[in-house]
């Protein structure tokens, strides 16, 4: 044989090695495409339906998918005679994609995280509007493992060591969900369901939380309700968020308001205020931008209008009643088309509960369905969510399968009080008074129960819009609701938190880029989602389900507050330390934890007896801390446990 000719063999041969060659597995004929809301519909060549001297583009597209999953379909024209296929670089043999004929291309090989590419070129011939047609579905969440996900299992033990530290020492309940890459990595539960009794002695024998408990989300509902409700309208274009409120819900919303005033902003013209409430749009009410104030108790007929300008102290008159009827929901919307406001419209951002329980009567006439069920139908069918719900003790789960929130109703232990006021533990009804009270558990800025599961795999809508083969939110209204609302207020987008520059790291983390977002929720809850990383993190806790301090209302009032699990962004810090990286963070850890015990006493109420729950916080650190240090051997920091357990003796 001569050389030349060895040469050639060993040439094909080599070509043939680096062509990929498709099984009959990686390519199905099929007789028609599936039913889908496809994330991407193109037609080559010249997908742009113009050429122009950018000829490049025509011939390439780019989708959202995840690595080690996922199917596309292709049309091929019965004129089309020969075409070449690459994904992500990587050339795809296309010779058994029959002309005439529609196939499933299984890309799961060749998928990437993130930003994937598909071209399409060289077609014949040439001459063709829609030689080969390409569907692109929407990629799902897969179960993972922490080994593959890039994040270090050395940071999940010391969250978790943490939380059960601090749950030995006397907080509640945790769950976390961990969606990195489009795969669940991690889920985990701690503590128990309802961790005390009434009287605030501790119930040592009680159901263990797990995984599948669902927690009351309380503020967390405005983006995963209200939020999500309006982005699928706005991609449907069912509703323009820059529609004038009184344009959907009539002129009684800016017609007969409440002849009173706040009293810094003094007495107004009740012609100027109908002018201003008149003006108020969708996105000024998402933004926290309408005037309204932050609480208006619609249910408590007694409550204190001290902060308005108003003679009879002794009744609301803003009152709607407290049952939770619908007739009582149809009130409490008429009382807020008469709350007054408390300053002009779009001069300021004021968190305002009142904002969002108006969204959700908008979304309902937009919609002709209560909240709950375009919710349902929209969102948590297609999904096939089975753990998220309104009122979930209507909707087949039991209390033991809910985290139990505050010990004795709405009272702050007996310092609060209305008519009607609940004095049981709250256990599967929401706790926040106005969504139960006013709107009978589903409103816009509370009522939303899940486990962190379902909640992360609906949260990862915000990195691709879609999940299979549903569309629900397009690229571009995700970007619109999740920029910056101006340079002075970049911590904010269209209602969802921003991380911005270090703005929210008491919830995100130093770690997340400034366009991180997601909300937290007055009963310990968090939701992150970091697309940076193809990140998203759901910590659920019920913090507010411990004895209540005496001479706090707040949040800050309970007990488990005072915990380190309760502070919510301890979770993202740890958990991004050594993320995609080999490096051994061991120490770094044991030294980050050191600096933990240490702050911790700092914290310590000077006044505070042994049992006070700083205390008890700055306890679980330092026997953590010399827990982990006897265990590694790391003999300084025996000795810093050690000093630090003086301090704390003193």
Not at 301 to 322: E, I, Q, R, V, W
Not at 620 to 637: C, F, H, P, V
Request: aromatic fraction near 10%; hydrophobic fraction near 35%; include cysteine.
């Amino acid at each position: 044989m001569s050389s030349l000719r060895r040469s050639a063999i060993i040439l094909l041969i080599l070509l043939a090695l680096c062509t990929p060659s498709f099984s009959a597995q990686r390519i199905t004929q099929i007789n028609s495409l599936p039913l889908a809301d496809w994330q991407k519909t193109v037609n080559f060549p010249d997908w742009r339906e113009k050429v122009d001297d950018t000829l490049a583009l025509n011939s390439m597209i780019s989708f959202h998918f995840w690595h080690g999953q996922g199917k596309v379909y292709l049309k091929v024209s019965d004129k089309t005679k020969h075409f070449n296929m690459f994904i992500n670089g990587t050339r795809i043999n296309t010779s058994s994609m029959k002309a005439g004929g529609t196939c499933a291309v299984d890309i799961s090989e060749y998928a990437i995280d993130g930003i994937n590419t598909i071209q399409v070129s060289n077609i014949e011939p040439y001459n063709q509007k829609e030689a080969v047609s390409l569907f692109i579905p929407y990629p799902v969440i897969l179960e993972g493992t922490l080994k593959d996900s890039g994040i270090r299992p050395e940071t999940i033990s010391l969250i978790s060591d943490i939380i059960n530290a601090d749950i030995a020492n006397g907080f509640t309940s945790a769950q976390l969900a961990i969606i990195r890459n489009g795969r669940l990595v991690y889920s985990n539960a701690w503590g128990k369901v309802n961790s005390y009794n009434q009287n605030g002695t501790h119930i040592t024998k009680g159901r263990n939380a797990d995984t599948n408990t669902l927690y009351d989300l309380a503020s967390v509902s405005k983006m995963f309700g209200v939020n999500y409700a309006i982005q699928k309208l706005v991609t449907d274009e069912k509703l323009d968020i820059d529609t004038r409120v009184v344009d959907i819900l009539g002129d009684e919303f800016a017609k007969e308001m409440l002849n009173i005033s706040y009293k810094y902003l003094g007495k107004i013209n009740p012609a100027t205020m109908r002018e201003w409430k008149s003006s108020i749009t969708v996105r000024d009410v998402l933004c926290h931008k309408a005037g309204f104030p932050p609480v208006v108790h619609y249910h408590d007929k007694n409550y204190d209008l001290s902060a308005l300008k108003h003679d009879d102290k002794a009744s609301n008159p803003l009152y709607a009643g407290n049952d939770g009827s619908e007739l009582t929901r149809a009130k409490t919307l008429d009382a807020i088309c008469r709350t007054p406001l408390m300053y002009r419209p779009r001069t300021r951002i004021v968190y305002s509960d009142v904002d969002y329980m108006l969204l959700c009567f908008v979304i309902e006439k937009v919609t002709g369905q209560r909240l709950d069920e375009y919710m349902r139908e929209n969102f948590w069918k297609p999904m096939n969510l089975n753990h998220i719900t309104y009122n979930p003790l209507k909707n087949k789960f039991s209390r033991d399968d809910i985290a139990a929130t505050e010990l004795n109703g709405n009272t702050r232990g007996g310092q609060l009080t209305f008519s009607g006021i609940r004095k049981y533990t709250l256990q599967g009804e929401v706790h926040d008074e106005k969504a139960f009270h006013s709107m009978g558990g589903i409103s816009g800025h509370a009522g939303l129960f899940s486990n962190a599961e379902d909640i992360a795999k609906l949260a990862s809508l915000m990195l691709n819009g879609g999940y299979g083969n549903h569309k629900f939110f397009s690229r571009n209204v995700i970007d619109t609701f999740t920029s910056p609302q101006n340079d002075t207020s970049a911590n904010w987008g269209i209602g969802w938190y921003r991380e911005a520059e270090d703005q929210r790291v008491w919830h995100f983390g130093t770690q997340s880029p400034s366009y991180a977002i997601g909300h937290q929720g007055w009963t310990g809850t968090l939701v992150i989602i970091d697309p940076s990383r193809n990140l998203v993190i759901a910590y659920l806790t019920n913090k507010i389900n411990s004895p209540s301090m005496k001479g706090y209302t707040s949040s800050k009032g309970f007990n488990a507050s005072w915990f380190t699990s309760a502070t919510l962004g301890f979770v993202p810090q740890i958990l991004s330390i050594g993320m995609d990286s080999d490096k051994d963070v061991n120490a770094q850890l044991m030294s980050l934890l050191a600096d933990m015990a240490g702050e911790s006493v700092k914290l310590i109420n000077k006044k505070a007896g042994s049992a006070h729950p700083s205390v008890l916080n700055a306890k679980s650190k330092i026997d953590l801390l010399l827990m982990r240090a006897k265990a590694s051997g790391m003999k300084e920091y025996v000795t810093e446990a050690e000093r630090l357990n003086q301090m704390l003796a003193k």
